[in-house]
């Protein structure tokens, strides 16, 4: 998944305005991000076919540091330990322990079964929505729209360029995203993961910048 995954972003920052709208969604695509990380290190590897979406094109992968159960549990109670001693905010860790662990659940729902319960154990999941691009349109598009509106409603753009910096970058994402589930594979795997790691950084990068420019409401000003 991909705008779901931000989708949860947007829903973890209502749940916790305390929380960086940046930290919910570096929390729920941390997975992604430490995936393409061990890609570049030469740890998980990934391998595509000559086909049309992602939901198809993922031929042999070996993603269980990045993207086991066991491992995100891992993760999420490391992300949620390193917030909690920082910012003393128990609720907060909770809630970011929760968003990077719905990553796991999210790309179950999405992939075809290659998504796996621990390193080194042959057992793997996953409902295959991305192999239909309608289904996904509604499903993963309808979560993503549904978090935009309850942002948007949630929080008011401080100036001008906060609007002109929120809405083209919404449009791009859900561009790629579209690309993404029924374009072409990337032309070289063995560049895929330095292209994933700087389009995912970028991505956290501006939720870190909106989370400035787009300040929480205060209650009376809820429309
Ligand atoms: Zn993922």
């Excluded at 929760?98 to 793997?124: C, E, N, Q, T």
């Excluded at 598009?141 to 001008?160: D, F």
């Excluded at 561009?175 to 070289?188: C, E, S, V």
Aim: charged share 10%; hydrophobic share 55%.
């Amino acid at each position: 998944m991909f705008v779901g995954h931000l989708a949860v972003g947007f829903g973890a920052k209502r749940m916790e305005p305390r929380i960086s709208l940046g930290t919910t969604v570096l929390a729920c695509m941390l997975a992604d991000l430490l995936w393409s990380v061990f890609l570049i290190a030469g740890i998980e590897h990934v391998q595509f076919r000559q086909t049309i979406g992602a939901g198809n094109y993922f031929a042999a992968s070996n993603i269980a540091f990045s993207h086991s159960l066991l491992m995100d549990a891992v993760w999420a109670a490391l992300f949620a330990l390193g917030y909690f001693l920082l910012r003393r905010n128990r609720w907060a860790a909770w809630v970011l322990f929760a968003a990077v662990l719905s990553h796991w659940f999210l790309d179950v729902v999405a992939h075809r079964s290659d998504m796996p319960i621990a390193p080194g154990v042959h057992k793997f999941f996953g409902l295959g929505l991305w192999t239909s691009i309608p289904a996904t349109l509604v499903i993963e598009g309808g979560l993503w729209l549904a978090a935009i509106i309850v942002y948007v409603r949630a929080t008011r753009p401080r100036n001008r360029a906060a609007f002109f910096i929120f809405w083209p970058v919404v449009v791009l994402l859900t561009l790629a995203w579209y690309n993404n589930i029924a374009g072409p594979p990337p032309p070289n795997p063995a560049t895929a993961g330095i292209s994933a790691l700087i389009f995912f950084s970028l991505t956290v990068a501006w939720a870190y910048w909106m989370n400035r420019l787009r300040p929480v409401r205060q209650r009376a000003e809820t429309p």
